[in-house]
């Protein structure tokens, strides 16, 4: 009975903290057995279909709520002045973010020093470092050949500038127009349906993910010569995601920074489990639309970009880890070097965005340009899951901040639900919202 009444975010926390603590009962049962039975049945077994198939759901409803969205916000801009104003704002707003984050690691960690202690001994350093597009040729893919395919593989930049653009040709054809935006509307509201499907399920998918991830990495790596490093990256996401992001929020905005961070927390956790940011994409969408209170318009495409583009959390793990390797290989950087490393690592979050493993390839372009040696990223492999988890986690808190400001600024933004401790936490109250932010301006 008190199961039924615990809301959706406390179902989550549950799942959690059990995951973690099953996880790290099954490590120490396992004990570095890979052929043990418990590891083929439990973990490769029944944890891994469970947490897969949650992911894989989530996955499947990114690219049509992304395009849908995107499609009904841009086609209910009459001025299209404005949605140049919107996506210049976000831009700004995400490298700027990205560049306070980058800074931030470096200074804490040149004070910290997380390498002057640690050994060199035993480890392997093996990395082959892939090969980063450049800028011209990301702005160059951003325009798809195919917009089917774009959507087959999930290319967010290509699916967003197509979305943008069927937008547009929406709201300037007239009749037809509007005819295919209340089909849209429809289908939006099917897919936000199973978004909240879901999320019923929320906390048995997030209690298999963080189960079999501890099952497999247990806590041993955590307690050796990286530990240092370990802390000195999750103090620094922690300081950002909670401290720095509510600042720049109650700054620009003048709202209750900790009415964000409550209703943020949940979408927190559930990001922190899957480790992924496009997964995390309906799940953000509808906080930040439904609980903080984001007309669709802005949170449409300020989200799907911010997952894109904004690499606060990696730009933290490639200024720590430059000053970590730096101080391991007794290499001392400039103050110019320390410049060149929040430009490369500012500028990279867009010019590398799409390309899977995004976090290892940038760190490799900012070893490059200071002259570390990169192979040495084989060293921090072994504990970057857990801190993965908790760049995603950072990743889309700032992108609800984002669009939260930005929906602050260009009067998009009902305060009555940001302020609502109970806003979209049921059906009802997520369409009666639904129809009061079609109706504000």
């Not at 892939?130 to 290319?155: H, K, T, Y």
Request: net charge neutral; with cysteine.
């Amino acid at each position: 009975m008190h199961l039924k009444k615990l809301g959706l975010t406390g179902k989550i926390v549950i799942g959690m903290l059990a995951g973690i603590i099953f996880g790290l009962i099954l490590n120490s049962l396992i004990a570095g057995d890979t052929e043990s039975w418990l590891k083929f049945v439990i973990v490769d077994g029944i944890l891994r279909v469970v947490g897969e198939f949650f992911i894989t759901s989530l996955m499947m409803l990114v690219v049509p709520l992304v395009f849908v969205s995107l499609v009904i916000g841009t086609c209910s801009m009459s001025d299209p002045s404005k949605l140049g104003r919107i996506g210049g704002k976000a831009v700004v707003l995400y490298i700027a973010t990205t560049g306070i984050a980058i800074s931030i690691a470096l200074t804490i960690a040149s004070l910290v020093k997380p390498g002057s202690g640690a050994s060199m001994a035993g480890q392997e350093v093996n990395f082959e470092a892939q090969q980063a597009p450049s800028f011209v040729d990301v702005l160059i893919g951003m325009v798809p050949r195919n917009p089917i395919n774009a959507m087959a593989e999930g290319n967010m930049l290509q699916i967003i500038v197509f979305a943008l653009l069927f937008g547009i040709a929406m709201a300037l054809i007239g009749k037809p127009g509007e005819r295919l935006k209340t089909f849209f509307e429809d289908v939006n509201e099917v897919i936000m349906k199973l978004v909240m499907i879901l999320m019923h399920v929320a906390p048995y998918g997030v209690f298999a993910l963080l189960a079999r991830t501890f099952a497999d990495l247990g806590l041993g790596d955590l307690l050796g010569d990286l530990a240092v490093y370990f802390v000195t990256v999750l103090a620094i996401l922690l300081i950002h995601g909670f401290i720095v992001y509510p600042i720049i929020l109650s700054s620009l905005t003048r709202l209750n920074p900790l009415i964000f961070i409550k209703k943020m927390f949940s979408n927190q956790i559930f990001a922190f489990s899957i480790s992924s940011s496009n997964a995390a994409i309906p799940v953000t969408l509808r906080t930040t639309t439904k609980r903080l209170g984001v007309d669709n318009k802005i949170a449409s495409f300020t989200v799907p970009l911010g997952a894109t583009i904004n690499m606060d959390g990696t730009a933290i793990m490639q200024g720590v880890a430059t000053v970590f390797i730096a101080q391991l290989y007794g290499i001392d950087l400039s103050m110019q070097q320390y410049l060149m490393v929040i430009l490369t690592a500012t500028l990279a979050s867009i010019g590398t965005a799409g390309v899977p493993g995004v976090g290892l390839i940038m760190l490799a372009m900012v070893f490059q340009q200071v002259g570390l040696p990169v192979e040495a990223i084989g060293l921090i492999i072994g504990v970057d899951r857990l801190l993965d988890m908790t760049r995603t986690a950072v990743n889309i808190t700032g992108d609800a901040m984002v669009s939260t400001i930005i929906g602050k600024s260009e009067q998009q933004l009902d305060e009555d639900v940001f302020n609502d401790p109970s806003a979209g936490l049921n059906p009802a109250q997520n369409n009666q919202q639904s129809d009061t932010s079609s109706t504000s301006t």
